[in-house]
């Protein structure tokens, strides 16, 4: 039974640039969240994907998007990167958008020099 | 706003001993809470759970105690072992549209003296 993945596992920009990052659900899951996880601070939620929609939204500017595909894998683009960018963005799946526990993956290191 | 807080950014405990991650909230629409456990260069793993109706839940040696009027949760591990050093996340969430996600606090790292 394949976990949640995530890819790629680091990534290097520069400020200005787009970036975007991958994230397959566990199977069977068919809602993705992302969330960003500073250094030294817990995970931030950004957003939500249920039925290829944006349920709801932290807070986060609108330079953060995303999408979600009908295999309900998702994506998620970061425009005109900021050096405030630098974290550790995760993507967890769950079970229909009520359901509490949600799976992480391991997570895309992004570097923004 | 930091509405889920853990006070302690770290914890020793000796391998055998009984250790007690606190976490305290402050939204009274959370009505569901959790606890991650996170190794270095891995996503958080869920631990275990407890629902709003309840005040305790037990899972092998992990118990996650709320006490709602406190508006406060512990995770209590017996006996620790080494392999429980981590960073410990508490997390909560509510069954209300706009509360559906994970809200975390800052995490605990618990050290397990051998």
């Known amino acids: 039974d394949a976990g949640v993945t995530q890819s790629p596992t680091h990534l290097i920009k520069t400020r200005g640039q787009q970036v975007t990052l991958r994230c397959s659900p566990k199977s069977g899951h068919d809602t993705v969240s992302w969330y960003q996880q500073a250094l030294g601070q817990g995970p931030q939620f950004i957003f939500q994907?249920?039925?290829?929609?944006?349920?709801q939204r932290g807070n986060f500017p609108d330079r953060f998007s995303g999408h979600q595909f009908p295999n309900y894998s998702s994506e998620l683009n970061v425009n005109a990167l900021l050096l405030g960018d630098s974290a550790l963005y995760l993507c967890?799946?769950?079970?229909?958008?009520?359901?509490?526990?949600?799976?992480f993956g391991p997570g895309t290191r992004l570097t923004v020099t | 706003d930091q509405q889920v807080k853990q006070n302690s950014p770290s914890l020793s405990v000796q391998e055998g001993r009984i250790s007690i991650l606190n976490c305290d909230y402050t939204?009274?629409?959370?009505?569901?809470f959790l606890w991650y456990k996170k190794y270095p260069a891995e996503g958080p793993t869920f631990l275990i759970s407890?629902?709003?109706?309840?005040d305790k839940n037990e899972d092998g040696r992990f118990t996650v105690f709320l006490n709602k009027s406190a508006k406060h949760l512990s995770l209590h591990i017996v006996p620790s072992q080494p392999g429980d050093s981590a960073v410990y996340f508490c997390a909560a969430s509510g069954s209300n549209f706009g509360n559906e996600k994970l809200t975390f606090g800052t995490g605990t790292r618990l050290t397990i003296i051998p």
């Open positions: 967890a799946s769950s079970l229909g958008p009520g359901q509490y526990e949600q799976y």
């Open positions: 407890i629902s709003s109706i309840k």
């Open positions: 939204n009274s629409m959370f009505d569901y």
């Open positions: 994907y249920y039925e290829e929609e944006e349920r």
